[in-house]
């Protein structure tokens, strides 16, 4: 771990301030206040994350998350935690719908943005987005999207072994993303389940983040899509509005789903690599199984979120009759972020990816450079789920990502 002098709050003394206002509470809130409440503790960083104020409408219920995950006041209503003097950043935690305003308004006040994924609903808001914040950077203020799994080391390891040729010419690229907790057809209607405020399903949810994985390790956009969608269950329970993560209570009475179950689609790379995609919430079985395989012309990579201190490489400069998969172990002080962990050996886990999250984006800030993935690069991930949801409704035509 790094040597910073501690408080008696545990950040660290004789920096300046980076003092955080969090709008939402839920699943998320709680992932990005363990990044910002951990990350000024393991890392010596250039400004001290404060966990300022925390925002959600229910008064008592975001009372009891501040206490839980650290925050020191509280706000019931956004555009007052916008406006505070004692908030340098924003961070936007809250389903699709409400991206775009509370994203613009908080760059208007002055303020950097963390805005979870994806970036917004609509293709349309997020331009006004990656605008706003292309604007902004000029002023120094800086804004991010959230896709955090460019942060599990071996990812960014996986990145430095394609940039540095390790792979060759990429040829194939295969992601899945799967899941499995909408196979109970009891499981209720929540708000990832409606257009109007998701933007999409299983596409967006999980497809977002696939997207900009794969477009991140192979170092390029993607050029166009053929894509099929479907919703295996349209008629879901109402829900009574108590929520815990992914898991919900169910009233009376019925809805209707109104936004993909699952999303498949096939799509090319400029360089000329190929790709598959899959992402659905109905894998039985698969509880979070994120993998990715890429196979280049000297060598292929592989990485699956379910062992997330692995990467499996192939090297395939290596004789036949000595070569094959190994597994690297993701846990040496020279892979990235591991600097201010743990010994080799010693693995890390999902809520890592939030510290290292927030890491970067307090150095980006405090050097004044643009992040990544900034919202242009959101942006683009947007514009790649509206060409899948174009080909899919025009029978898997391929779909040109627009630019
Ligand atoms: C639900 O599918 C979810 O929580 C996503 O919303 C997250 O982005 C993903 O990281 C885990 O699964």
């Known amino acids: 771990m790094g040597q910073p002098q501690a408080q008696s709050d545990g950040t660290e003394a004789g920096k300046p301030p ?119 950077h000029a002023r120094g203020q800086m804004a991010m999207v959230g896709f955090n799994y460019r942060r599990v080391p071996a990812t960014a390891q ?57 477009q991140y390790l192979v170092g390029e956009p993607l050029a166009g899509v053929s894509a099929l969608t479907e919703t295996f269950v349209r008629q879901r329970p109402l829900p009574t509005g108590a929520t815990s993560g992914l898991s919900a209570v169910s009233a009376a009475g019925t809805g209707e789903v109104t936004v993909d179950d699952a999303a498949l689609f096939t799509a090319r790379f400029p360089s000329g690599a190929i790709a598959s995609f899959e992402a659905t919430r109905y894998a039985t079985g698969r509880k979070n199984a994120l993998r990715i395989e890429l196979n280049g012309e000297r060598g292929s990579l592989a990485f699956d979120l379910e062992r997330l201190n692995e990467l499996s490489f192939h090297d395939g400069t290596e004789p036949g009759t000595e070569a094959g998969f190994r597994r690297i172990l993701v846990t040496e002080a020279d892979h990235p972020y591991l600097e201010a962990w743990w010994p080799p050996g010693h693995g890390l886990g999902y809520e890592h990816t939030f510290v290292h999250q927030a890491r970067d984006l307090v150095h980006a800030i405090a050097e004044g450079r643009r992040p990544e993935p900034s919202f242009t690069d959101g942006l683009q991930v947007q514009r790649v789920l509206a060409a899948v949801e174009e080909s899919a409704e025009k029978n898997s035509v391929y779909t040109p990502i627009a630019v």
């Open 18 to 136: 980076l003092r955080v206002g969090m709008v939402g509470y839920a699943f998320m809130g709680a992932a990005h206040s363990q990044g910002w409440r951990t990350a000024g503790r393991v890392f010596d960083l250039p400004l001290n994350p404060v966990q300022a104020v925390i925002c959600g409408r229910d008064a008592a219920a975001v009372r009891a998350a501040a206490d839980r995950h650290g925050w020191a006041s509280t706000e019931t209503d956004w555009r007052a935690l916008v406006e505070r003097d004692d908030v340098d950043l924003v961070d936007i935690c809250t389903p699709g719908d409400s991206h775009a305003e509370i994203a613009l308004a908080a760059l208007a006040a002055g303020k950097h943005v963390l805005c979870e994924k994806p970036l917004a609903n609509t293709v349309e808001e997020a331009t006004s987005m990656a605008r706003a914040a292309e604007a902004a």
């Open 158 to 214: 996986a990145r430095r072994m394609v940039a540095e040729g390790r792979l060759g010419r990429l040829r194939h690229v295969r992601v899945t993303y799967l899941q499995d907790w909408l196979v109970d057809p009891g499981f209720p209607l929540t708000w990832r389940l409606r257009k109007e405020q998701a933007g999409s399903g299983s596409l967006g949810d999980l497809g977002a983040h696939i997207i900009d994985l794969a």
